[in-house]
């Protein structure tokens, strides 16, 4: 909103006339508010509003393989190993864990 007053000097140069004045500008959604300044000289109002910059738009690749693909794509990943190399990993584990453990107590009291 810009509002003030000037005077108009009549033809003798003694005589003024003040007329005021008002003045409303709506701006836009995707003015940057806090940019906006005013110059004024030799009379010209020069109001400047900059738009917002707007952030570059990011491109998402969009995947069109199967979901378990995904799923073991991720995992793999993720974990730095796939499934088969887990599985044997396990596998490798729980043998030699066999060769240590307990040997298995029969009961020969049981009756079957």
Known sequence: ???GFRRILSRDGE??????FNYSVQVED???LS????????GVLVITAPKKVRPE???????TESHETFAK???EKNTG???KSETKAIEEKGASS?????PETVDDNKDD
Do not use: E
């Open 1 to 3: 909103n810009i509002s």
């Open 15 to 20: 005589t003024s006339k003040r007329n005021r």
């Open 30 to 32: 995707d003015t940057d």
């Open 35 to 42: 940019k906006i300044h005013a110059n004024l000289s030799d």
């Open 57 to 63: 738009p990011i491109a998402v690749p969009i995947s």
């Open 73 to 75: 794509r991720t995992y």
């Open 81 to 83: 190993m796939d499934k």
């Open 98 to 102: 066999d060769a240590t453990a307990k």
